[in-house]
């Protein structure tokens, strides 16, 4: 049996970690478990939250894994050393064809408050910004790009999302060619450090109306870029769609029409998305489409399965099993990376103060971007003018914004008379959807 180890700067943590593999190798080789079962290879990795150890057991990894975490994990606490006190439950999982071990260090072992200047200085230009620190050490670079061209960072309140999220918007608006639409779904206050951030294109919106002008304009962006060619959008920087708690607005069919929109098609028009929820489901987004464009991932800690399942974007790695406060999963096409978020003291984001482009939303009309009114929506603007109520129904009813709202109530108003003219309402006969 070779036993491999990645070299730490951290004397304790290495005493501790090598204490625990020798335990570990006992319980499994001797038969402590159960059956004796021989090991290929133990790993041992000293993380910034965890110990880990990874094993090679062949065909016993199955058996050893049960055996290890039966019970709460019963037989794994008992090759934990005497004094290593930790707060959540040790695991043993596959990981790939590993099994991999873990156990939380000690609360003054753990290294957690990673700050990006202790990092480096943010990479310059290509959509590039660092996540953070890997387990082991190495610094981990992402990218808006032809192979990620949009983000989901997901994780429950208190896993660092917000952080996650801010700390790449400021890493990305130092390049001066970057744009940004701003939109939170918490009333702002996810994305409030960076609401000052050079590059904004509008305010942030804050509620759904708002997000609806928001992303309208973007989707219009996007179709210019496409309408004035290649050489043009060559000479563009990237135009940056950021939406935590995009859950609050995916309520609207017309906002979830045309975050697909930008999803499908934004890539080669250099138009990204970033993605935020503490609630990811499988229902979150109706569509597959959005999803598959979100190929990169930050998946922070979740609470359960499920969950991980949706922020990862597979059943491994799982997410529910992170120990929080940025501890994370990052997935790239090219693989996963357990990763430490860096984060940007807010007393820095909240020195920016760069007024944006726009003081308000411009309006654009549906059909500039390819969007026409579907029929179920003229079908509830002929019953609203029918009825005499006004926009505030027509937008609960529709999902659409108070500008567009507008705009299909007149539409269904002028309808609503010709139908009267032809004949369709007679001796008091209630219209309905269908009727329509």
Request: aromatic residues 6%; neutral net charge.
């Amino acid at each position: 049996m070779r036993l491999a180890q990645y070299s730490n700067r951290d004397e304790e943590r290495t005493a501790l970690a090598t204490d625990w593999a020798s335990k570990v190798i006992a319980a499994i080789c001797y038969g402590k478990i159960g059956r004796p079962v021989h090991l290929d290879t133990v790993t041992v990795i000293r993380g910034l939250r965890t110990a880990i150890l990874e094993l090679e057991a062949g065909y016993e990894a199955g058996y050893v894994a049960s055996a290890l975490d039966k019970d709460d994990a019963a037989a794994l606490r008992q090759t934990i050393p005497r004094g290593w006190n930790f707060k959540h439950r040790p695991r043993a999982y596959f990981h790939g064809r590993l099994l991999r071990l873990e156990v939380q260090w000690p609360t003054g072992l753990q290294d957690k408050d990673i700050q990006l200047s202790d990092v480096g200085q943010h990479p310059q230009g290509d959509g590039r910004w660092i996540a953070g620190l890997s387990e082991t050490g190495h610094t981990v670079v992402l990218s808006l790009s032809d192979s990620t061209p949009g983000f989901l960072i997901a994780g429950t309140t208190g896993s660092g999302k917000s952080v996650a999220m801010c700390q790449a918007v400021y890493q990305l608006s130092q390049d001066p060619r970057n744009q940004f639409v701003l939109m939170d779904g918490k009333f702002g206050d996810g994305l409030n450090p960076v609401r000052g951030i050079s590059g904004a294109v509008g305010p942030m919106a804050k509620d759904t109306d708002e997000a609806i002008s928001a992303i309208t304009w973007a989707a219009h962006e996007m179709k210019k870029r496409y309408t004035k060619g290649r050489d043009y959008i060559a000479t563009c920087g990237r135009l940056v769609v950021v939406a935590d708690e995009v859950q609050e607005f995916l309520t609207s069919e017309r906002f979830a029409g045309l975050l697909r929109k930008i999803a499908s098609q934004g890539r080669g028009a250099k138009v990204h998305l970033v993605i935020g929820t503490h609630h990811p489901t499988v229902d979150l987004f109706k569509d597959r489409s959005t999803r598959r464009a979100l190929v990169g991932r930050i998946a922070l800690l979740v609470g359960d399965r499920s969950a991980s399942e949706v922020a990862v974007g597979n059943s491994e790695p799982r997410a529910d099993f992170l120990t929080g406060s940025g501890d994370s999963w990052v997935v790239t096409p090219s693989g996963f990376v357990r990763t430490q978020i860096a984060y940007v003291p807010e007393s820095t984001l909240v020195q920016m103060d760069h007024p944006p482009r726009f003081d308000h939303w411009p309006v654009v009309h549906p059909e500039d971007i390819g969007v026409e009114f579907d029929v179920g929506d003229i079908a509830k603007a002929v019953i609203v003018a029918r009825d005499g109520a006004g926009r505030d129904r027509l937008c609960a009813e529709t999902g659409l914004g108070s500008t567009v709202g507008r705009r299909l109530l007149r539409f269904g108003k002028d309808l609503w008379s010709e139908l009267e003219m032809m004949g369709v309402c007679k001796n008091g006969k209630k219209t309905t959807v269908q009727e329509v």
